[in-house]
């Protein structure tokens, strides 16, 4: 598409509830990026796929939090057992993975855990 | 570990009057520097990179930011303010070949009439 889409772009759900969110991004982009924006926060990696396979996970939280995107375009992001410190904005970028590798990010999905 | 301070948390410019928005960083060689701006509702768009080269560095919507080794600062500049400019600011840094991008923490710009 022409942009990164990112759905839903609200979710709110009970504690404990699991989550699914996710993230078209721009056709041909080979690399995808899942970051978390708490209020009055920076961007915080979480996870970076290049292809289908998960290249770096080193800022996913806890083993609650699982990525997946198998065929190399759509990704999701998967949230077990949700906690109130989950709620968040979660923005998803894909960028060609060459080069100056420059992110265009999605408008985020913000998840509201009660 | 690389980090990345945006002293002012928030600023408030009058319209027609120049901006300037600081960004200084840790990191032991020479990072790739970005500037985005996130508006309510919107993704976040990139306004200006540097990788390499010129240290004057051109963006979208009027922007420049300068890179200054000697004072590890990638500062944020516009000459003239739109009210349309207020906005949600975020410096950020990649080292090398690393794919993360390092955030600071914004600065929320308001521009008054």
């Known amino acids: ?114 | 570990a690389q980090s990345v301070t945006q002293p002012d948390i928030h600023i408030t410019v009058s319209e027609g009057a120049s901006l300037e928005l600081r960004c200084n960083y840790s990191y032991g060689a020479t990072p790739y520097l970005f500037w985005y701006v996130q508006s309510p509702g919107q993704g976040l768009q990139l306004l200006l990179k540097y990788f390499s080269g010129d240290t004057l560095v051109q963006g979208i919507k009027g922007f420049e930011a300068e890179f200054k080794r000697s004072q590890s600062s990638f500062n944020l500049r516009k000459p003239s303010v739109h009210w349309s400019d207020a906005a949600e600011y975020f410096c950020a840094v990649r080292a090398g070949n690393n794919r993360k991008l390092i955030w600071g923490l914004g600065t929320s710009l308001a521009v008054n009439p």
């Open chain 1, 1 to 114: 598409g022409a942009g990164v889409s990112q759905t839903p772009s609200n979710k709110v759900t009970e504690k404990g509830k699991y989550v699914e969110l996710r993230c078209d991004p721009i056709s041909g982009h080979t690399a995808l990026y899942w970051y978390r924006q708490s209020l009055g926060q920076g961007p915080e990696f979480l996870i970076y796929f290049q292809g289908t396979g998960a290249a770096d996970d080193s800022g996913l939280p806890n083993d609650r939090f699982f990525a997946v995107r198998p065929e190399g375009s759509v990704s999701t992001l998967k949230i077990q057992r949700t906690e109130r410190g989950d709620s968040a904005v979660y923005l998803c970028a894909s960028s060609s993975g060459y080069g100056a590798n420059v992110l265009t990010f999605g408008a985020g999905s913000r998840l509201t855990v009660l």
